[in-house]
Structures are given as structure tokens and as C-alpha cells.
């Protein structure tokens, strides 16, 4: 089985994701897949490791088998996953080291027939579109191998800033800092150097338009990460 998905929603500010992935058969070519043709129950996380066997009011999706010729049968039979971020200190921490921040996200997986005795090897999962210009996202996959049965996937997702949003936020720094620059530059000739002020009121606007400017300008970064974020480590769990 390869479960072919997307992102169906990217929540930046909360960092909660939604996926969705559609189980298609590939037997032993992972490019020549067709529509399951076969019934199964899928599982997720601990109920996917199926400690003490499976049980049926458990599973995440009940697939049924497309009739014959009737192959977009089953586009209608996914797997919704709702992750929402889980982390140790207060969600406006989430942003620190902004923008190299990344979220991570694990979910076991399984599928099971009908009869609840035979796993369904799924061999591989991917997410194929497009988040959006200030995001992306890396998809891994590991098999977990349990004593008589077929393999099952973990699937790790880790969503991170686009090379874009690095761009634009070293274009902002350089703004913020030249600004920053020019009103040292300022106060430094008027009152450390002890110049004689001239006349009008144009190197005061210069300074308080510094200070109103530049919160302002930082605004402008993609996501504006809140003031004060410190060190945090933290992930996505699926729930």
C-alpha cells in the first residue's frame, strides 16, 4: 500500500496541521499503483502497534474496495489526520530561533483486513502539494517490523520555513539595523560629541521616527514572531 496525501490545512500561528492521505496498491512497482481492491481497516499510533490485538472500533477508516471499473470509486476514502502541537513552555515561545524554526510530526500507521488477522504491508507515504510561498515541509518514512506481521509505516513530518521567508527576513534585519544605525549616528554627533544642535527640530523627528519605525518595520517579517521568544524545543504530536 502507498499512501499518497497532501496538507489540507497549515495552521502557522497555532502550529497545528491537517493531512490527508488516499491508500492506493502498488504491489512490487511503487510507480505502476492502482485503487486498493481490497477491504481493510486502518489504524493509527498505538492502536496501530496493536498491543494486545486490534480492535475494530478503533479504526480510523473502514476502506471498502471500489467495484469493478469504477476506479475514482475510492477518492471519497482517506485518512483525515488532525495534529496539533504539543510543547513544554507557552505557545509564544514556539518561534525562537525564527527563522530556522522547524515543527516536527510523527504518526504510526497500519491496515488490517477485514477479519482483523492478516496486516496490509504499506510500504511507503508522501505529501505531494504545495503549503504555501512562506512554508515547506519534508516527509520521512521508517517501516516498523513487528513479529508476524506486515510491515507498518511511521511517517515523520517536518514543517519549516521556506527559503523565501529566509530572504525576506534578512532583508527586514538589514532595514531594522540601518535604521538602528542611523539614529546611533545622530544622537552620537549632537550629544557625544557635544556638536552645536542646529536649528529646527530635524534631528529629533530623525530619532523619534527611528523608534516608531522600527517596530513597525519588524512587523513586516513573515508570521511577525512575538517580541521576547527564548530557547524552546519543541514538536508536533498527532492527537
Not at 527563522?99 to 496490509?120: C, F, G, I, M
Not at 511511521?154 to 520555513?161: A, C, E, G, L
Request: some cysteine; overall charge neutral; glycine content about 6%.
Amino acid at each position: 500500500i502507498f499512501l499518497y496525501g497532501g496538507v489540507t490545512h497549515w495552521d502557522a500561528g497555532n502550529k497545528q496541521l491537517s493531512v490527508r492521505f488516499i491508500p492506493f496498491w502498488c504491489r512490487s512497482n511503487p510507480i505502476a499503483c492502482n485503487p486498493l481492491q481490497e477491504d481493510g481497516l486502518f489504524f493509527r499510533d498505538m492502536d496501530a502497534l496493536a498491543v494486545g490485538g486490534f480492535n475494530k472500533s478503533r479504526a480510523i477508516l473502514d476502506f471498502q474496495a471500489p467495484p469493478i471499473n469504477l476506479s475514482h470509486f475510492h477518492w471519497n476514502q482517506y485518512l483525515d489526520l488532525q495534529l496539533t502541537q504539543h510543547c513544554w513552555r507557552d505557545v509564544n515561545e514556539l518561534d525562537f530561533n525564527y527563522p530556522q524554526d522547524w515543527y516536527e510530526l510523527r504518526v504510526h500507521l497500519a491496515a488490517v483486513s477485514k477479519d482483523l488477522n492478516t496486516t496490509l504491508p504499506i510500504i511507503a507515504a508522501d505529501l505531494v502539494n504545495f503549503v504555501d510561498k512562506f512554508w515547506a515541509y519534508t516527509v520521512e518514512t521508517l517501516y516498523i517490523r513487528q513479529e508476524g506481521q506486515q510491515p507498518k509505516i511511521s511517517i515523520r513530518i517536518v514543517m519549516h520555513r521556506s527559503s523565501y521567508t529566509k530572504f525576506l527576513v534578512f532583508v527586514n534585519l538589514v532595514v531594522n539595523w540601518t535604521i538602528t544605525w542611523c539614529a546611533g549616528y545622530v544622537t552620537t554627533t549632537n550629544i557625544a560629541n557635544r556638536r552645536r544642535r542646529s536649528p529646527g527640530l530635524d534631528q529629533l523627528a530623525i530619532l523619534f521616527g527611528a523608534l516608531f519605525a522600527m517596530p513597525s518595520v519588524r512587523e513586516l517579517m513573515p508570521g511577525s514572531p512575538p517580541f521576547g521568544v527564548q530557547f524552546l524545543s519543541c514538536w508536533l504530536h498527532s492527537q
